[in-house]
């Protein structure tokens, strides 16, 4: 199967138009905009922070701000994985009518939808982890290695978003399950817990999580001088380029039959 059986070149054009309709149907009337994606990790970092602060400060050398800084990283990738996926899901159903009027790559509706959510996000949430990062390490390159696992979060994300909205397409039960499959995700990240007060044999299994490490990569990046293990940050790597993959192809076996479910 060639590249261009399984992307369509007329995406981009596509996916740069309904881009550019998700962010004005989603701020019209906003007064606040794309900060919301900022203030949102914000006032529940303050929250955790409130109630658990105290109890696993002494994990962040004893700092309650550290802490702080620590589960807002953990807010960060949670939301751009969960809601990201979650708000791609339904895309191509919620599509079929235009779809049914014009010619227009399946792809494009998932695809427009992570990358507008991803770019409020990021627009919020990344001067905020460079901040954070200058604060701690005062090193530029511990900001310019934030790409690193930033891109594998993005590759995971679009893998996992392309694979749900197809399916979705066949199976209409597809969001109640992925409702409980992002619960057991969440609930298996370190979002306001820290890792190491976790037991090594529930750690192991902790880890197969993919958003475990790059939670744990970003916050060794930002709130510290160290630098993740070389081996680690390429095996979360090659994690998301393997979903990626994988959800391309999924997307390209499934969309030959999206016509006669829609």
Do not use: C
Not at 61 to 83: D, E, K
Not at 234 to 249: D, K, M, P, R
């Amino acid at each position: 199967m060639t590249v261009t059986r399984l992307v369509d070149p007329r995406l981009a054009d596509t996916v740069g138009v309904l881009f550019g309709r998700t962010l004005k149907t989603r701020y019209r009337g906003s007064f606040l905009g794309v900060l919301w994606s900022a203030v949102s990790p914000f006032a529940m970092a303050a929250v955790y922070s409130a109630i658990f602060g105290r109890v696993f400060a002494s994990h962040y050398g004893n700092s309650v701000v550290r802490y702080a800084s620590a589960v807002y990283i953990g807010l960060t990738v949670s939301q751009l994985f969960i809601a990201g996926t979650a708000q791609a899901l339904p895309s191509i159903v919620a599509g079929s009518g235009l779809l049914n009027k014009i010619k227009i790559p399946f792809e494009a509706f998932p695809l427009s939808i992570v990358a507008a959510y991803g770019f409020q996000q990021l627009i919020g949430t990344l001067p905020v982890l460079i901040v954070l990062t200058l604060i701690d390490t005062r090193d530029p390159l511990h900001v310019i290695a934030l790409l690193v696992p930033l891109a594998a979060l993005a590759m995971l994300t679009v893998g996992v978003a392309l694979i749900v909205s197809g399916a979705d397409v066949f199976f209409r039960d597809v969001p109640y399950i992925y409702d409980l499959l992002t619960f057991f995700i969440l609930l298996t990240s370190p979002v306001f817990y820290p890792a190491s007060i976790v037991a090594p044999h529930v750690l192991r299994f902790l880890a197969l999580n993919p958003l475990f490490q790059i939670m744990e990569e970003l916050r060794i990046l930002i709130l510290t001088r160290g630098w993740p293990d070389l081996g680690t940050t390429a095996l979360t790597l090659g994690e998301g380029a393997l979903v990626l993959v994988a959800g391309v192809a999924a997307f390209a076996a499934m969309r030959g039959h999206f016509m006669e479910e829609l």
